[in-house]
């Protein structure tokens, strides 16, 4: 299977630190998503980054794509209480349904 | 939600009593899924289509039918529902497979007692 696997399961930070989440995934991929959900509501999309792509930004999200390794990194900087919700990866092969991770609880404390 | 809707939003049934969730986008989206999430599982795929009539299965369609006579719905059916497939049920839609985005539903949540 291709599922990624998310690291760590839960994390909780202080307002306005960083948050680091990483995707470990087993066969080569075409892309890898990431979305978000709250709590009670269904996922939204956040970024996707190519296989062929390293890094990619959107406001305050990073995401880095390591094929050797086969994961990827999901950075929130600046982290606001908004922001608590679940985070999943999910990556493809080329014209195959998505395969999602398990996620990540992040908890942002005021 | 991106024009998607799921109804219902809530169910309590009986084990044995059959079920169909409905899934309606107003997207023209070729491509629709349902997905079932549990805790400590994630997201995983039961069944998704890809155009009118043509639908394929996911890694846990077991105990699950769909149909899709019209571009924008999609129907889940539980034939006879037990208490293992209680669960929180998503729809989602995209305009291609693989890379493109998808966007979800807002779910439904299912109780088999």
């Known amino acids: 299977s291709q599922q990624g696997e998310e690291d760590p399961q839960a994390l909780s930070i202080q307002e306005g630190e960083n948050a680091t989440m990483n995707c470990s995934y087993k066969?080569?991929?075409?892309?890898l998503q990431w979305y978000r959900q709250n709590s009670g509501r269904g996922l939204v999309h956040l970024i996707l980054?190519?296989?062929?792509?390293r890094e990619k930004h959107s406001g305050r999200l990073r995401v880095t794509l390591d094929t050797s390794k086969k994961s990827s990194s999901l950075l929130i900087t600046a982290s606001r209480a908004a922001d608590t919700a679940s985070y999943f990866c999910?990556?493809?092969?080329?014209?195959?349904?998505?395969?999602f991770g398990k996620g990540t609880r992040l908890s942002v404390i005021a | 939600d991106a024009g998607i809707t799921q109804s219902p939003r809530h169910k309590v049934t009986e084990t044995g009593t059959p079920v169909t969730l409905r899934c309606h986008q107003t997207e023209n989206h070729r491509y629709m899924y349902w997905y079932r999430q549990d805790p400590g599982h994630g997201l995983r795929l039961i069944h998704y289509?890809?155009?009118?009539?043509?639908?394929d299965k996911g890694e846990v369609s077991d105990g699950y039918s769909v149909s899709r006579s019209k571009t924008e719905d999609f129907l889940l059916t539980l034939e006879s529902a037990t208490s293992s497939q209680t669960s929180v049920y998503f729809c989602a839609i995209s305009d291609g497979q693989g890379g493109p985005v998808q966007y979800f539903g807002p779910g439904t949540r299912l109780t088999v007692t």
């Open positions: 999910a990556t493809d092969k080329r014209n195959t349904p998505l395969v």
């Open positions: 066969t080569s991929i075409n892309n």
């Open positions: 980054i190519r296989s062929n792509e």
């Open positions: 289509s890809y155009g009118v009539k043509d639908t």
